[in-house]
């Protein structure tokens, strides 16, 4: 009976959550669609670059460009910039310094650009002389070689990259070696990606036309002044970036049990990227047709409307993250930490570190968070017990290093650099932390293989140069764990502050209310969550408004200035809203 009552309480909780998979933003102006309309764009230009993000198909693209111009009759040379690229061997040699060593994971972000990838000589001969044919320039970089001719730039999202690199459909920027995924994925975050974030920044003004290649068959395309004027919007309004999710060894069930438009026949669902800059797009909508966009173009161009305060450190870094941790029905996360910031500059090249914190949104009666040292840890002993686990393959008693606190559904657990942390089994949290995302030190792993049964690399010595063993005993409750303070606005609406560690650089609040609150974003963008109740009003200062539902992340711009939630489910709204402090908006980035 209770399992048959437990049953029908996820059925009902189904019914609920209306999680919008693929969330769109109205385009201020046309989305076209196909080869054919963009062919017939291009036939009067007598050149054309054609440049765009890694993982893009340029054969695909050529080929059916290519039929599109037969059919106007239209004489088109295509050249490919990579045929002017540096050899592999000379590139491999210069990006070798940023790749780690043999470090299966780390690397540091390149201070290379794009143009050091080229031979200039080739770079400025690749041009052929005029003629009556449309000349287009294609590949990654091909705005290299032309200061004024249009730009049509083809992007991808990172998710699409990805899966094409997993089918081995991509390799990394002027390389044709055959290499495994782990090493083609470091690559593209500490080199590839800086390097082409850099260059999308640079033409972005410039870009004619912007073309979503993600779907094979086809393409949606939508002029760049379009595309502009569209961002300028949002960043005085609101946006939710197209979330994406992945599987993993301790992935849980909660996501895929709520969200019923998840694809079903994947055995679990460990994250949930719900607001990540180098991660997630942004999904523009004209009718039914969309284009999807990465969310750093919107920084790239609007970075000081949407950051407002926080753009003078920050820049077009979208300093804040939010993301879901998985673990219903599935295992505990590893033992770990994150750098300090100037390990994470010295050694990664990163701006800020990874300060985080656990919200937990949903928790079964037996989840707990590891979170902190016993009162006796011995760190020697600690870090021997830990090599011998993984020599031996030897089970630790974990408890016997590291305090674990049962899960309250709504509490916050401060994560700050240096602090030992797992989620235990049955949580889903709410990760709400400082955006960078990979730099994970893991120190134990349950013995557990990876999704393809290889042991999975633990960071033992890089771990023991950044913990702090005075987070242990009584020190981890009383500090990194958050004491809720609640202010009663009015009758129906309350705003509950759940302060963070003095080293977190942003701040969290929850909005508790019947019926509405208005909020004002003092010059600050705001990342928002309803973590209780059905569904939300927004309505921005300018007039704009948007329903969300359930566990859906959205953000308020700094430049919207107000905002007003409505309540329209039937029980009460809470609403997390997180934004980067005061005092830590104008530390100088360096």
Known sequence: MEQENKEMELSN?????????????PAKGEIFKGFD??????????????????????????HK??????????????VSVADSMLPTAKIDAMVNPFLGGDDPLFGSKTTLSLADFFDGEKLSEIIPEPDESLVVIYGCGAALCHTTAPIIYFDLPKNVIQQRMRGGLVRNIGSDLKQDNKQIYKRFYFVDWVILNKHKKDVLPRIMIMVDQQIGETITWMYGDVLRRTLNAMSQSYF??????ESGVWGGQWLKKHLADLDQTVANYAWSFEMIVPENGIVLADGENKLEVSFDQLMFLEGEQVLGKAFERFGDEFPIRFDFLDTYDGG????????????IKEHFGENFTQDETYYIVDCEQDAVVYLGFQEDINPTGFKKVLEESFEQNRKIPIEQYVQKFQAEKHGLYLIPNGTVHASGKNNLVLEISATPYIFTFKMYDWLRPDLDGNPRPLNIDRAFDNLDFSRKGKVVPDTLIAQPATK?????????HLPTHPEHFYDIFRYEFDDRVDILTNGQCHILML???????????????????????????????????RNIGNSKAKVIVAFVKEEACFIKKN
């Not at 460009?65 to 040379?77: D, I, Q, R, T």
């Open 240 to 245: 939710r970036v197209r979330p994406w999710f």
């Open 488 to 496: 009663v606005i009015d009758e129906q609406s309350c705003v509950v």
């Open 37 to 62: 309309t963009l062919a017939a764009s291009m036939r009067d230009l007598p050149i054309c670059l054609l440049d765009g993000y890694i993982g893009v198909d340029w054969k695909e693209l050529v």
């Open 332 to 343: 505990n996360l590893s033992i770990q930490c994150h750098p300090s910031t100037t390990y």
């Open 13 to 25: 909780k189904n019914e609920h959550l209306n999680y919008e998979i693929c969330p769109t933003y």
């Open 65 to 78: 460009l290519g039929l599109a111009f037969e059919k106007l009759n239209k004489k088109v040379y295509f």
């Open 531 to 565: 973590v209780e109740g059905e569904t939300i009003e927004l309505t921005t200062a300018d007039g704009s408004q948007q329903l969300f539902h359930f566990v859906e992340t959205f953000a308020v711009p700094a430049a919207a200035n107000s905002y007003t939630l």
